[in-house]
């Protein structure tokens, strides 16, 4: 801050002293030319000196003689003493110094015309080499190479003095410069300027400024960085120096001490930007590289601080005009000290890279080695500008020093470093330079307008008259008057059009860049409307989306969440890592569908709680909308910010939750489809599967003498458990076999065919029908779920013995119809289910029945899909019903009496009756 004060104490000072507008530099010798000298020109010369040529010109009055054969000159003094030391009347060659072009030339001169009287010694004077265009000294008449001898009659020894002199003058009061042009004498007034302050001075101090505040800044933000105190100090020192090094010490005092600190802070610069490479762009752990950047800085910085000591001290004790004449020496020596530095840098730089192989690590000591190459090669340009005196390139030439504190901040920006975020938000960039485009054609404009009147534009002899257009020789001034004013006003408008449509093409061009162009939404929509016709799966409507949004809304990252039954189905993804955006949405997954279950709008991400907001954003999204199809959400859209960087509008939204919406119900149909398929295939398969089921229940029914035998079986659904099947050992020997699988569909359906294969296979081992059942129980348990069970009755006819066996593994009961009594028993052998006990403990628990029948008895097996088929009251049909129906219709056969039970046991359940349970009936009919 203090430097800063002291900067701006010395601008102010500088702005209320005045200026004479011109630039001035020390001659080397005084002596002039006062009367013109014939002599010959050295014209020609090759690089061995052997071949001259020489032609006739003249050594004009004004010229300086800067040197004779092989002596320097001075004075005339040292001119005579070197006439003297010369033999003979050989010809003397003499160095001339040309003020008005302030160049140097050398002649062959017959030494009988160089007489006294044609030399003069003037004062010390000072060589002007510059005059500002329509500034004070112009005005006043002065020109380039006139040499200034005193000024408002005060000598002068140096420039120095000559320019302290000056400014000590007060403003707006006039000064008295005597000059000497050729070889007159000429006395110029000049009226000097109110307000000091030239152009090189505003830039170099504007920038200078904007370096030490930036140093301020990034010493102070980030103290707990060693990079960003180095790169911060080595800012504010080159700040310094380019703000008070174009400002003039004024007194004592401030100037004396703004003078010092400069002096000291050029090796403290070099040394601190030397330094800064270990840390900045990115922190070196190479202790070689420690070592050679610390030695580069002692090796530069050791004797220069010793020079600029010495040089305070000494030029403190004499005057401040010491002290100011050898900063400027110092500053330009300083340049010896900047190549250096270069040259010494690039050599380390180019060891490492030899060194180092990967590709990654050239590449940043390649940026490594661009950032002091432009610090020190912008610090060489203003010098030599400063130098050569041309102050349109020196105030051009600061203000290229502006490249210094943005190659910092672009490196910040780059590497992210010091926990600094620095960007320019793209939208930003759009404003300034569409800005920036429009004052440019605005400014062509006015320039065309401006340069029109100084064309000499050719105006056809044309008169135009009421009632003709006449063609003739001479126009008067006011008829070329006229036509000269339509002919600019023509042009003006030509010119107005075209860069009117110049503009108009580069805004286009500019917000095409920027991701600022107006978008046609309908053309937009039907893009997407071809989009959802293409794609039939939740996963390429994600995708595709998510593109889509990219592509016609320019949006930097998009993510797409398909739900399915409040469930994550898919995810398609924009710019985002798939496997992150997913795991993302699966940890918040309860919060995200709660809070998005009752909102048809988008939300903001500042919307969410706490937790899941910063999980959210860290991954770049800003907004997310629902994806609806009725009243149900069937996804999530996560939008991240525009290429454009501005903030979504309104209307934007508004069309995103649109699509959004149009996607939800593409992607509900494509469910509903896929389940539609999904059914139609079920159905075919179960179709199919229905009728393996039916195939493998008996096809036709034995015929045994005696017996009279129908049986059939309905599945509740497509496929079921109930099963029924005879076994035939020999003519007179029958088995039937009626069995229920706990359940209903195609689990039951598999046991069912399951057991079906079984007892075919065992009764070839000519097994009782309890045997039947137990060695059943002893295949099928260790297989069957431990929920599973099959009640099954097996019953052993013999028929020319009229003798049945029963065995029931909690089956149904076996109604007998007994012919002579005219009535129908239930027959109830002990047993249990098959696959809910060990065979062990089955063979204890299921007992055989045994029984002689008559011609005319009845027995009748069903499932309890007939005993507990219930009406819409909600009644069971029940075993009573059986009863009943055998007892009344005992005399028909047994497919009529088959057919009886399942008739009213389905009338029984009504029209809309649903049959709960597999129907299975077999009549076996003694005749």
Not at 243 to 260: E, F, K
Not at 860 to 865: L, P, Q
Request: contains cysteine; charged residues 20%.
């Amino acid at each position: 801050m203090f430097l800063v004060l002291l900067s701006l104490n010395l601008l102010y000072e500088n702005a209320q002293v005045t200026t004479d507008e011109n630039w001035f530099q020390e001659l080397p010798s005084r002596a002039l030319v006062a009367v013109d000298i014939e002599a010959e020109r050295l014209t020609i010369e090759n690089d061995n000196s052997t071949i001259e040529e020489y032609s006739r010109d003249t050594i004009f009055a004004g010229d300086l003689i800067c040197r004779v054969g092989d002596a320097n000159v001075r004075d005339t003094s040292d001119l005579w003493n070197a006439l003297r030391s010369m033999s003979g009347s050989h010809p003397v060659f003499l160095e001339i110094l040309s003020p008005q072009t302030n160049t140097r030339r050398v002649f062959r001169v017959q030494k009988s015309k160089l007489q006294s009287s044609r030399f003069v010694t003037i004062p010390p004077a000072a060589h002007v080499v510059e005059v500002l265009p329509e500034g004070v000294s112009d005005r006043a008449g002065m020109k380039v190479g006139d040499l200034i001898v005193s000024i408002n009659n005060q000598e002068f020894e140096d420039i120095y003095q000559a320019d302290r002199i000056m400014r000590e003058s007060q403003y707006g009061t006039q000064v008295d410069y005597v000059v000497i042009r050729g070889a007159q004498s000429l006395l110029l007034e000049i009226q000097l300027a109110s307000f000091g302050l030239q152009l090189h001075i505003i830039s170099s101090f504007i920038v200078g400024l904007i370096m030490l505040i930036l140093g301020m800044l990034l010493a102070s933000l980030r103290p707990q960085y060693v990079g960003a105190l180095v790169v911060g100090c080595a800012l504010i020192c080159t700040g310094f120096v380019i703000m008070t090094q174009q400002l003039a010490p004024i007194a004592l005092g401030t100037d004396q001490i703004a003078s010092s600190l400069r002096i000291l802070a050029l090796p403290a610069l070099v040394s601190l930007w030397s330094v800064s490479l270990m840390y900045f762009p990115r922190v070196r752990k190479d202790v070689q590289f420690r070592r050679t950047r610390i030695g580069i800085a002692a090796l530069l910085c050791t004797p220069f601080v010793f020079i600029t000591l010495v040089t305070f001290v000494h030029s403190a004790i004499v005057d401040v005009d010491e002290l100011v004449r050898m900063s400027r020496e110092i500053m330009y020596g300083a340049d010896l000290v900047f190549i250096a530095f270069l040259i010494l840098h690039v050599l380390v730089i180019g060891n490492d890279i030899l060194v180092d192989k990967s590709s990654e690590a050239r590449a940043n000591l390649l940026f490594d080695a661009v950032f002091p190459v432009v610090v020190v090669l912008v610090f060489l340009l203003a010098s030599a500008a400063n130098a050569r005196g041309d102050l349109q390139i020196r105030a051009a030439m600061y203000l290229a020093t502006i490249l210094i504190p943005v190659a910092v901040l672009i490196s910040i920006g780059r590497y992210r470093l010091f926990d600094l975020e620095l960007r320019v938000r793209r939208n930003i960039h759009y404003v300034a330079l569409s800005t920036l485009w429009t004052l440019f054609i605005f400014g062509c404009l006015v320039y065309l307008l401006l340069q029109l009147p100084s064309l000499n534009l050719p105006i056809p002899s044309v008169r135009i008259t009421g009632i003709s257009i006449e063609v003739v020789d001479n126009l008067s001034e006011e008829e070329r008057a006229f036509g000269l004013a339509i002919s600019y006003m023509i042009i003006a408008l030509t010119a107005g059009f075209v860069l009117m449509k110049v503009r108009v093409a580069g805004h286009k061009l500019i917000s095409r860049l920027f991701y600022q162009s107006d978008r046609d939404y309908r053309s937009v929509g039907s893009s997407l409307s071809e989009l959802i016709g293409s794609s039939h799966d939740p996963r390429g409507l994600s995708a595709g989306y998510s593109w889509w949004l990219a592509r016609n809304m320019d949006i930097e990252k998009i993510g797409i969440l398909v739900l399915k039954d409040l469930k994550i189905s898919s995810v398609g993804t924009h710019q985002l890592d798939q496997a992150q955006f997913r795991r993302l949405c699966e940890k918040w997954e309860a919060v995200l569908i709660e809070v998005f279950a009752h909102k048809h709008t988008d939300v903001s991400i500042d919307q969410l709680p706490e937790p899941i907001r910063n999980d959210i954003a860290n991954s770049g999204v800003t907004h997310i909308l629902p994806m609806r199809s009725e009243k149900s959400v069937v996804g999530l859209v996560f939008l991240g910010e525009k290429l454009s960087e501005t903030e979504f509008t309104w209307d934007e939204l508004e069309f995103i939750g649109s699509t959004a919406k149009q996607v939800g119900v593409a992607i509900e149909n494509v469910y509903l489809t896929a389940e539609l398929h999904e059914q139609e295939r079920l159905k075919t398969e179960l179709a199919i599967a229905r009728r393996v089921q039916l195939e493998s229940l008996p096809q036709s029914t034995p015929n045994i003498e005696g017996l009279d035998i129908a049986g059939i079986s309905s599945p509740a659904l497509e496929v079921g458990g109930d099963f029924y099947d005879y076994h035939m050992s020999d003519e007179n020997m029958f088995t039937v076999v009626v069995g229920d699988v706990s359940g209903k569909g195609t689990s039951a359906a598999f046991y069912m065919s399951k057991i079906q294969g079984v007892l075919k296979t065992l009764h070839g081992f000519f097994l009782s029908p309890k045997q039947l059942l137990v060695k059943t129980n002893e295949i099928l348990k260790p297989d069957m779920a431990s929920n599973s069970f099959i009640t099954s009755v097996c019953a052993q006819f013999a028929a020319a013995s009229n003798f049945v066996v029963f065995a029931r593994a909690g089956h149904c009961p076996i109604l007998h119809y007994k012919h002579g009594e005219k009535k129908a028993v239930l027959n109830k052998p002990v047993g249990i289910g098959i696959g809910i006990v060990d065979s062990t403990a089955m063979t204890g628990m299921l007992s055989e029945m045994e029984l002689y029948y008559e011609p005319g008895d009845v027995f009748i097996f069903v499932s309890d899909g007939v005993t507990e088929a219930r009406n819409p009251a909600g009644r069971e049909f029940g075993i009573e019903r059986v009863q009943g129906i055998v007892q009344e219709i005992a005399d028909k056969n047994a497919r009529y009496i088959r057919d009886r039970i399942l008739t009213a046991a389905q009338k029984f359940a009504g029209e809309e009756g649903i049959q709960h349970d597999d129907l299975t009936i077999v009549v076996v009919k003694a005749t």
